[in-house]
């Protein structure tokens, strides 16, 4: 079975730009959720997708958006990016909703905001 | 607001010994628990799952244990090997759902020398 798959999995961009990353979760699961980690603040949840809906959405700025596709595919954008930006995005896939099955996370993908 | 603690830090042993990590939360009404390890720059993989029925969860060389009227849980990791070097994090899950998402402590820093 194949695992939770990210793309890309490095990108630069520069301040102001836009960028998108992708997420496919593991076949048969309906729940994607999104993470950002940086040294400073260690693992942060952005938000969650099940059945193509928002269900969760942690505190982040409206620059960070989501959406998930009849797939179970997610997609995440960030728009005018600012330094503080770059980190490792890592999104999650799982059953179940909210946290109630295991949770099996992708490769995630490096942004650099410069 | 759930806040989760990992002792230590970091820790550095050779190869060889059996080692305890230890994670403690604070907000007991918990679902279930979910014990990851990341390589730097790499995504989580999941090595157990402990249910809030169960107190034990064993994978190989490795056990962990829930105690949710304290708050705890205790990763054993036996007869330690250089490839187990990397960060070990827990993360609960709130019984009333996941709406904000999984939260992570900031990990055990683990190097086992050869």
């Known amino acids: 079975k194949a695992g939770v798959t990210q793309t890309p999995r490095y990108l630069i961009k520069t301040r102001g730009q836009q960028v998108t990353l992708s997420c496919s979760p593991i076949?048969?699961?309906?729940?994607v959720s999104w993470y950002q980690q940086t040294p400073g603040q260690g693992l942060q949840f952005l938000f969650e997708?099940?059945?193509?809906?928002?269900?969760n959405k942690g505190n982040f700025p409206g620059r960070f958006s989501g959406r998930q596709f009849s797939n179970s595919r997610s997609e995440m954008n960030v728009s005018t990016l600012e330094l503080g930006d770059s980190a490792l995005y890592l999104c999650?896939?799982?059953?179940?909703?909210?946290?109630?099955?295991?949770?099996?996370f992708g490769p995630g993908t490096r942004l650099t905001v410069t | 607001k759930q806040e989760v603690t990992q002792i230590p830090a970091a820790l550095s042993v050779p190869e060889g010994e059996n080692l305890v990590l230890n994670c403690s939360f604070t907000?007991?009404?918990?679902?279930?628990l979910q014990w990851f390890r990341q390589d730097p720059g790499k995504g989580l993989t999941s090595l157990l799952l402990?249910?809030?029925?169960?107190r034990e969860q064993t994978s190989g060389r490795l056990n962990a244990s829930l105690d949710k009227s304290s708050g705890r849980s205790t990763l054993y990791i036996a007869a330690s090997q250089p490839g187990d070097s990397a960060t070990y994090l827990c993360?609960?899950?709130?019984?009333?759902?996941?709406?904000?998402?999984?939260?992570f402590g900031k990990g055990t820093h683990l190097i086992i020398q050869p």
């Open positions: 999650a896939s799982s059953r179940a909703i909210s946290g109630r099955d295991e949770q099996y």
């Open positions: 907000d007991s009404a918990i679902y279930n």
């Open positions: 997708y099940f059945s193509e809906t928002q269900r």
């Open positions: 993360a609960p899950i709130p019984s009333g759902g996941g709406a904000d998402g999984l939260t």
């Open positions: 076949s048969g699961h309906r729940s």
């Open positions: 402990i249910q809030s029925s169960q």
